[in-house]
């Protein structure tokens, strides 16, 4: 806060822009722009699963961290409460998420992938009234080998796959996946989200 008082600018106070110099107010614009900028950047490359989330005194003075869980989403949790990641996809081509047996979301407690609209970030309306899908799903089907295959699109894949379909708009949504209690691997990386593969 020193450095911000330097510019007038203090906790419960107005700043008066009109008090400083042209040129430190462009400079401070600049600034901002870069700020902006740097964001921009980490952002191609950050995923909410990076520990992004937690209290002042977790996250420290690490403001780019805090700057991209403001971004990403505010209020989540803390990754040893949860892990979160995700994909955008585009709902008018059928896609699959494959988890083998070994490779199941390593949740302590329960996990989930949750369908959002885009731009808006809603939940998507659809026929089965299936919001989100994951272990607690009535009904959902593994295979033989205890592996674990997710149908994400607009059109159902077939009666006898809907009971693993995540309905999506025709149109560009987001696909949120969220590990409640996460074991080490998916704490330090070792486990990742598949990747959506072209159903087709």
Do not use: C
Not at 26 to 46: H, L, N, P, R, S
Not at 60 to 75: C, I, Q
Not at 135 to 155: E, M, N, P, Q
């Amino acid at each position: 806060m020193a450095r911000f008082a330097k510019i007038g600018i203090e906790p419960g106070k107005p700043w008066d822009a009109s008090k400083v110099e042209p040129a430190q107010l462009a400079a401070i614009d600049q600034g901002v722009d870069d700020a902006k900028a740097a964001m921009a950047e980490v952002a191609k490359t950050t995923l909410s699963s990076n520990g992004l989330f937690g209290s002042r005194d977790l996250l420290k003075d690490d403001y780019m961290t805090r700057a991209m869980g403001a971004e990403k989403g505010l209020f989540g949790n803390s990754l040893e409460e949860a892990w979160y990641g995700g994909v955008v996809g585009d709902g008018s081509k059928q896609t699959v998420l494959h988890f083998p047996a070994d490779q199941l979301p390593p949740a302590q407690f329960f996990w989930s992938l949750t369908l959002y609209t885009l731009p808006d970030r809603l939940l998507y309306a659809n026929p089965l009234k299936r919001y989100s899908i994951g272990d607690r799903t009535k009904g959902l089907v593994y295979g033989k080998d205890k592996s674990l295959t997710i149908y994400v699109g607009h059109a159902s894949p077939g009666k006898d796959k809907e009971s693993n379909w995540l309905p999506t708009p025709d149109a560009r949504y987001s696909l949120v996946a969220r590990v409640y209690g996460p074991e080490k691997s998916a704490m330090d990386g070792t486990w990742k989200l598949p990747a959506p593969q072209d159903a087709n």
